[in-house]
C-alpha cells in the first residue's frame, strides 16, 4: 500500500510540474546531451556516456537481443551455453588465456567480469581501466570478439557442460520448483512457457557442438548486438576505438528475423498453488498483465504508471 501511494504522489507530481510549467507533456522525450549514439554501417549500435565517478575506470557492455525463446527446440539452454563460452577463448586469446589476461589486469570475475542469460537476451560486461590506455584498448577488442569470433573449442566445450549442470543443480531449490510451477500459468499459451534460460539437462550434457555454434551464427550479427561504453573516458576516443573494433564485424545477409512471442491476455483471473516441504515461508504475489506500451513522451510514462495503480488485476500466483 506504502508503494502505490508513493507511486500515485509521483505521478500526480510529475502532471503538477508540467500543467505549472507549460511542459508539453505529448512532446517525445529527449536525449542525455551527454550520450552519443549512433549506428555504423554494418549495423552495430553504439552508446557512449561521459561519466567521470569511479575515476579511471569504465564498464563496457555487450548486449544481444536474442535469448532462450529464439531457441530451437534442439538448442533449450544453449544461449546460456554461448554465453559460458565467450570466457573460454576468442580468436586473439585462446582457451584459458582470456581469464587470465583480465585476472592479471584486476578484471576478472571478481573485478567487474560477468555476463547474463534472459528469455529476451544475452548481455556481457567488462570493466576495464581507463588509465592504461592498452587495457582500455584490449578490453574493447574482447567484447568485439565476443561478438563475433568465440572460439568455440570442441575441448572448452565438453570441460563447460559439466559446469553448467552444476549451475543447473545449484538452482534445484524450493524456490525455483515453486517458479517451475506457476510459470507455467504466468506464460501459460506463450513460448516463455517451455524456454527457461537455464534449460534443459539432457541438451546441455549431450548437445551436438553444431547446435551450439548455430545460436551464436543465427543471433550474433550486428543488426542484433549493442556495444555500451560508460565511464572515465574521453568519449571521442572512445568513439573511435569502438569504430576501429566494431566496424570490421562484416553484416549479415538475409539474418534470421527476431520472433516475438506474446503472452496471451486473460479476462478472467489465472491462479497456481505452488507447494515445496522445502519452502520455508508463505508468499503470496498478485501479477497485472498490461499491454506493451512505446514510451515516447512523458504523457506515455504517466499513463505507464497509472496502469500500475489501476484494479485491472488479470492474473494471479499464489505460493
Given amino acids: 500500500m506504502k508503494t502505490r501511494f508513493i507511486a500515485?504522489?509521483?505521478v500526480f507530481l510529475m502532471l503538477f510540474i508540467g500543467i505549472l510549467w507549460g511542459v508539453d507533456l505529448s512532446a517525445p522525450l529527449s536525449m542525455d546531451p551527454d550520450l552519443i549514439w549512433g549506428t555504423l554501417p554494418n549495423g552495430f549500435t553504439y552508446y557512449i556516456k561521459p561519466n567521470a565517478k569511479p575515476e579511471n575506470r569504465t564498464e563496457l557492455r555487450l548486449l544481444v537481443r536474442s535469448g532462450s525463446v529464439q531457441e530451437d527446440e534442439d538448442q533449450r539452454g544453449l544461449a546460456h551455453f554461448g554465453e559460458h563460452m565467450a570466457f573460454n577463448g576468442t580468436r586473439s586469446f585462446p582457451?584459458?588465456?582470456?581469464?587470465?589476461?583480465?585476472?592479471?589486469?584486476?578484471?576478472?570475475?571478481?573485478?567487474?567480469?560477468?555476463?547474463?542469460?534472459?528469455?529476451?537476451?544475452v548481455s556481457y560486461q567488462l570493466k576495464v581501466p581507463t588509465d592504461d590506455s592498452e587495457?582500455?584498448?584490449?578490453?574493447?577488442?574482447?567484447?568485439?570478439?565476443?561478438?563475433?569470433?568465440?572460439?568455440?573449442?570442441?575441448e572448452e566445450i565438453d570441460k563447460e557442460r559439466g559446469v553448467i549442470?552444476?549451475?543447473?543443480?545449484?538452482?534445484?531449490?524450493?524456490?525455483?520448483?515453486?517458479?517451475?510451477?506457476?510459470?507455467?500459468?504466468?506464460y501459460k499459451g506463450s513460448r516463455y512457457a517451455d524456454r527457461k534460460?537455464?534449460?534443459?539437462?539432457?541438451?546441455i550434457e549431450h548437445c551436438p557442438y553444431e547446435a551450439l555454434t548455430r545460436f551464436y551464427e543465427d543471433w550474433y550479427h550486428p543488426a542484433n548486438l549493442a556495444v555500451v561504453a560508460v565511464g572515465d573516458f574521453d568519449p571521442v576516443a572512445m568513439k573511435a576505438l569502438i569504430t576501429q573494433y566494431f566496424s570490421s564485424i562484416p553484416a549479415k545477409e538475409n539474418p534470421r528475423p527476431v520472433q516475438i512471442f506474446p503472452v496471451p491476455d486473460n479476462i478472467e483471473p489465472l491462479a497456481s498453488v505452488a507447494s515445496d516441504p522445502e519452502m520455508n515461508m508463505t508468499m503470496l504475489q498478485i501479477l497485472w498483465k498490461h499491454p506493451i506500451e512505446q514510451i515516447i513522451a512523458a504523457a506515455n510514462l504517466i499513463c505507464y504508471l497509472f496502469h500500475g495503480l489501476g484494479d485491472n488485476c488479470r492474473s494471479f500466483l499464489i505460493v
Avoid at 95 to 101: A, I, N, P, R
Avoid at 168 to 183: D, I, N, P, V
Wanted: aromatic share 12%.
Fill in 8 to 10: 500515485a504522489c509521483v
Fill in 95 to 121: 582457451k584459458q588465456e582470456l581469464l587470465e589476461y583480465l585476472n592479471s589486469i584486476g578484471c576478472g570475475f571478481h573485478g567487474g567480469l560477468n555476463g547474463g542469460t534472459s528469455y529476451d537476451f
Fill in 135 to 154: 587495457a582500455l584498448r584490449k578490453g574493447v577488442m574482447i567484447i568485439s570478439e565476443w561478438a563475433h569470433t568465440i572460439s568455440f573449442d570442441p
Fill in 165 to 186: 549442470m552444476e549451475e543447473y543443480r545449484g538452482s534445484l531449490g524450493a524456490w525455483q520448483r515453486c517458479y517451475e510451477k506457476f510459470s507455467q500459468v504466468l
Fill in 197 to 203: 534460460p537455464i534449460g534443459e539437462p539432457e541438451i
